[in-house]
């Protein structure tokens, strides 16, 4: 895991994390709460009324990425642990993360090369950290490792990846998108939870265009000063026509989620974006700008998260500011269940 060098200016206190699905708690998906954060000012509105905020000629990107269930119960010579398959890479190997039982509440960071963890029948040996040692903040441990599978891993009943903050587990439905039908996130590309059917049909007759990218996630669990990991990725060339389209004729490109912005930014050549895929490390914050979107609908991040620095990046540090005092006041709902953003700086 690449360490960052700067770190968000942005200063809050995180809010009341999300317990449950919206849905769970007697809230229609698209009736959580939108922040819609602009130049002229802060104002509340639901999801629902987010083509109110948009304009014909703009552009929605979202990523079509599917979650799959990548949480399972392991055995090693300490006693029980959570393993979080991150993915799997182009060796066979996979990325794994272990976390503290019973509800993954934290990471272990004191594994060592050749610790075998066993899940089912199946062996998962440790075998270097991910991307290298030391890579924790801390630099007392590592977090994530690469890791041996011996057996078929996808013949073990596995669960979505969940953390300490939710009231109970979930199934794996509950973490999907409307737009979602490529499986391979690890987590679910949570900013585009909040869209129904009816709400995108709104938006396609307001002449407020969609387009996909794909993106599969990675464990999104980073410490502070934690970079993303690197993540595949796709763009194709009819989003990238329609982007440059849209820029062209002065609409806003906006990205459903950091997933997006970082899948575009990954396809920028010369200031266009190109057809591309293949596993990007692309990095965005304020030293590293976009250079093609200009808005941005997103959850809300934890203070000193690497996302949160990429918000800052399209939206300003002064706009995100005022977004989360807002929402802070407010009492938004955090994390993958919990309250949106629409910045347009």
């Known amino acids: ?37 602009r130049t002229a000012g802060i104002t509340h509105a639901q999801f629902r009324d987010l083509p109110d905020f948009l304009a014909p000629g703009d552009l929605v990107v979202v990523n079509d990425s599917a979650t ?34 019973p509800r993954a509440q934290r990471p272990i960071l004191d594994a060592a090369p050749g610790d075998v963890v066993t899940v089912s029948d199946v062996g998962i040996t440790l075998v270097e950290p991910y991307p290298r040692d030391g890579s924790s903040p801390t630099g007392t441990g590592n977090r994530l490792w690469t890791a041996r599978v011996d057996g078929d891993l996808s013949r073990v009943e596995a669960r979505p990846i969940s953390y300490g903050y939710l009231d109970r587990p979930y199934p794996l439905s509950d973490y999907q998108t409307v737009f979602g039908f490529r499986p391979g996130s690890a987590e679910m590309p949570s900013a585009g939870r909040p869209f129904t059917h009816e709400l995108v049909t709104r938006l396609v007759t307001s002449g407020i265009a969609l387009a996909p990218i ?53 396809a920028v050549s010369a200031g266009r974006v190109e057809p591309a895929s293949g596993w990007t490390t692309r990095v965005v914050t304020p030293a590293q700008p976009p250079a093609v979107v200009n808005g941005l609908i997103t959850g809300w991040h934890d203070p000193e998260a690497s996302h949160l620095l990429l918000v800052e990046a399209v939206a300003g540090p002064e706009l995100t500011q005022q977004a989360y005092d807002a929402a802070v006041a407010k009492g938004y709902l955090w994390h993958e269940f919990g309250d949106s953003a629409l910045l347009l700086p």
């Open 1 to 37: 895991m690449t360490l960052l060098s700067e770190q968000p200016v942005t200063r809050f206190r995180a809010s009341t994390f999300a317990p449950a699905p919206p849905e769970r708690r007697g809230v229609p998906r698209d009736h959580v709460r939108l922040l819609v954060g």
């Open 68 to 101: 799959v269930a990548r949480q399972v119960d392991g055995v090693w010579e300490r006693g029980e642990v959570i393993v979080h398959g991150a993915m799997e890479l182009d060796s066979g190997d996979w990325v794994v993360e272990l976390r503290t039982p």
């Open 214 to 266: 794909t993106l599969h996630t990675g464990v999104s669990s980073q410490e502070a000063g934690e970079a993303p990991q690197p993540e595949r990725f796709s763009v194709s060339s009819s989003t990238a026509r329609l982007v440059n389209q849209t820029r062209e004729a002065r609409g806003r490109v906006v990205a459903v989620g950091t997933t997006v912005v970082r899948a575009l930014e990954s």
